[in-house]
């Protein structure tokens, strides 16, 4: 029997955001803060995506407050 | 407009740790919220607060991998992963917002278990995150994002390098717990961001 073959999904919608996890699992403030140090240590980690990491903990912390 | 949630249906054991994580990584590329029944707890009304989950979701992911017997005795065979994919397919059937995508290890061994969904086409990932990544690739595609299985890879392997400390900070050792769920997809989320910042950032 011929298997059904089915086109790919096509994602509709904006991407995801770090507010919107914040937001949708309640996270504290402490808690982002916590996740973005240990992120932002990330090993190999370039500094100029560690910084985008920062700025987006403080838009995410605003989402959560 | 939020981004569409996708409905995570996969074993909780410790040798599927790796491709959880991998599914949790691989969906974000995508920008896609994962969502899993592990976040609902073991108190109330379990059932129908799966099914308010699985509504909550445009699509939904099916591993049937270890569709198999308990090591341990009794030795039964693991339903709740059928049983959810049963109920996600139903829905989907009468709603034009749903897609269920059903991965496997080999697809001999889907249709020896399901018989029942001959003629449809898993995603089989041969229990390799590389694979997985790359049927994650096959099953869909995004508008905006545009992920490639080198920046999966990448981005799942910073997570790894964090899950240790994820864990500490939880006081748990598995990531099937609510807290370390939430805590990796924040975690994948913010480097998967970094990345896409970058990206637009280099384009003339």
Redesign the interface.
């Given at each position: 029997?011929?298997?059904?073959?089915?086109k790919?999904?096509?994602?509709?919608?904006?991407?995801?955001?770090?507010e919107?996890?914040?937001r949708?699992?309640k996270?504290s403030p402490e808690?982002?803060a916590?996740?973005?140090a240990?992120?932002e240590s990330?090993?190999?980690?370039h500094d100029?995506?560690?910084k985008?990491?920062r700025d987006?903990?403080l838009k995410a912390l605003c989402a959560g407050s | 407009?939020?981004?569409?949630a996708v409905f995570l249906n996969a074993p909780y054991d410790k040798e599927f740790e790796p491709l959880f994580l991998a599914y949790i990584v691989g969906v974000?590329g995508?920008?896609?919220?994962p969502r899993a029944a592990l976040e609902i707890g073991g108190t109330g009304n379990r059932i129908d607060r799966i099914v308010g989950m699985i509504k909550g979701c445009?699509?939904s992911i099916h591993d049937l991998s270890r569709v198999e017997l308990s090591s341990r005795p009794p030795h039964l065979p693991r339903f709740n992963m059928p049983f959810e994919l049963g109920m996600a397919y139903f829905y989907s059937l009468s709603s034009t917002s749903h897609?269920c995508?059903i991965f496997d290890c080999d697809d001999r061994q889907f249709e020896k278990s399901l018989s029942d969904l001959?003629?449809?086409?898993p995603y089989s990932h041969g229990s390799d995150v590389g694979r997985l990544f790359s049927q994650l690739l096959?099953?869909?595609?995004?508008?905006?994002?545009k992920p490639t299985s080198h920046q999966m890879t990448a981005v799942y392997m910073?997570v790894k390098?964090?899950l240790p400390?994820?864990l500490s900070?939880s006081g748990s050792d598995s990531i099937f717990h609510a807290r370390v769920f939430?805590?990796v997809?924040?975690?994948a989320?913010?480097?998967?961001?970094?990345?896409?910042?970058?990206s637009r950032s280099n384009q003339p």
């Open positions: 029997m011929e298997k059904k073959k089915r790919p999904y096509v994602v509709p919608g904006p991407p995801v955001t770090s919107e996890i914040v949708i699992f996270l808690r982002v916590r996740l973005t240990l992120v990330t090993p190999g980690l100029s995506s560690a985008i990491i987006h903990k | 407009m939020s981004a569409p974000l995508f920008g896609l919220i445009g699509l897609e995508f001959k003629g449809v086409d096959r099953a869909m595609t995004a508008q905006e994002l910073q390098d964090r400390g994820l900070d939430e805590d997809v924040f975690a989320t913010s480097l998967w961001t970094a990345r896409q910042v970058k």
